[in-house]
């Protein structure tokens, strides 16, 4: 097996191939908030520990009704899960689609989850020379008749660029009329600078057709937590999707934290303070050197294209393993070779030292 895996870093197994503690490791790769877990979180799972013995509410109401005040959405058109990941499988799942579409080159566990159940993916190419910004009256002239689902990552990983919230609902309008559903992962929304332009969740009851899925593992620095959620205002989807689920598959203590995690004011803004600046900070630098191309990214992570014909990206990869920083050798991803490379923000000081050993290594071959 080779050392990245569809997912990227994996941190055990760099610690074993590698022998680098991987407590030591600085991980660019995994496109978490670099502020960790919240106080409020923590407190409320500590001051809870004695729930496990209890099961959790199989309705998960009162977490939905947070979820509903978080995104001004009715809770009854929302639906908790073992993170985005079970959702992302249980509505493609319930729809079963033949033929799909998915907007590339994107996250991998899509493409996975319509072959397991035996349907067919096309792959849209997003193309470089656009910045890898969805034309979409091109896309839309791409659908073949056949199309049963189209499933788009807004703001996409890896590129990190993201469609607007008005040429979502020229997509949306098309694929009403042509009976395709649409899956909308905004796994990353709440990084980008305005949700308000890029979050398709105020169409949801407009367009029936539509399934937005959410995550918290990357905002909120809960990846172990695994708690995720849907959002589609069709009845009757929603009930199909809740009849394939198992009950209680998120935890307690997944639904203890989403009680408290989405009004946690104070982190939620300082979080878009710190990658918003950081964003900013590093795209200027990176744009001073002249071995790379960096596209313009509207989440917390970062695509560098290499130009320096001398080093590819898993050459790149390995020198910054020695370095103990994990950065995503983005080769694998479809559409894009061996000098594209993807990390994400972290505290400026890490992101200070990546820039230094990334300079020295692209720009000046070290
Ligand atoms: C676009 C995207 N969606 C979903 C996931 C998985 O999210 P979760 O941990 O909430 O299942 C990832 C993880 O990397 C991702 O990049």
Redesign the pocket.
């Known amino acids: 097996m080779s050392i990245i895996n569809a997912?990227g870093g994996d941190l055990e197994l760099i610690e074993r191939k590698y022998n680098i503690p991987k407590n030591e490791l600085i991980n660019f790769s995994g496109?978490v908030n670099p502020l960790g877990i919240s106080e409020h979180i923590k407190k409320s799972i500590i001051k809870n520990v004695d729930c496990i013995c209890q099961y959790p509410d199989v309705s998960y109401l009162s977490l939905r009704k947070n979820i509903s005040d978080y995104t001004n959405v009715n809770y009854e058109y929302i639906i908790p899960g073992n993170?985005?990941?079970e959702l992302i499988s249980l509505f493609i799942k319930t729809i079963s689609p033949k033929s799909s579409i998915i907007i590339s080159p994107s996250?991998s566990?899509y493409e996975r989850e319509i072959k397991l159940n035996n349907g067919t993916v096309s792959l849209y190419p997003l193309k470089e020379k656009d910045s890898f910004i969805l034309n979409v009256e091109d896309f839309i002239s791409f659908i073949p008749n056949d199309t049963n689902m189209i499933i788009l990552?807004n703001p996409n990983?890896p590129t990190g660029t993201a469609v607007c919230v008005s040429d979502m609902e020229i997509l949306l309008r098309y694929c009403l009329k042509k009976n395709i559903y649409v899956m909308i992962?905004e796994?990353y929304i709440e990084f980008t600078d305005s949700i308000e332009n890029f979050s398709s969740v105020s169409l949801i009851s407009s367009y029936k057709n539509l399934f937005i899925v959410r995550?918290t593992?990357k905002f909120f620095a809960v990846?172990g937590l695994r708690l995720?959620y849907g959002i589609c205002s069709d009845k009757k989807i929603l009930d199909a999707v809740n009849s394939k689920k198992d009950p209680w598959s998120v935890n307690i203590f997944a639904s203890i934290a989403g009680e408290v995690m989405f009004s946690d004011n104070e982190y939620i803004k300082k979080t878009k303070k710190i990658i918003s600046n950081e964003r900013k900070k590093v795209i200027n630098e990176l744009k001073s050197w002249k071995n790379i191309k960096v596209f313009e990214t509207e989440s917390n992570f970062l695509l560098i294209k290499i130009l320096n014909k001398n080093i590819t990206s898993d050459e790149v990869f390995k020198k910054m393993i020695a370095k103990k920083m994990i950065i995503r050798d983005a080769s694998n991803f479809a559409f894009l070779g061996n000098n594209y490379l993807r990390f994400c923000f972290l505290m400026p000081e890490q992101n200070k030292m990546l820039l230094t050993h990334l300079k020295s290594i692209i720009e000046c071959n070290v």
Do not use: F, L
């Open positions: 997912h496109n993170g985005a990941t996250y566990e990552c990983n992962d796994t995550g593992a990846p995720g």
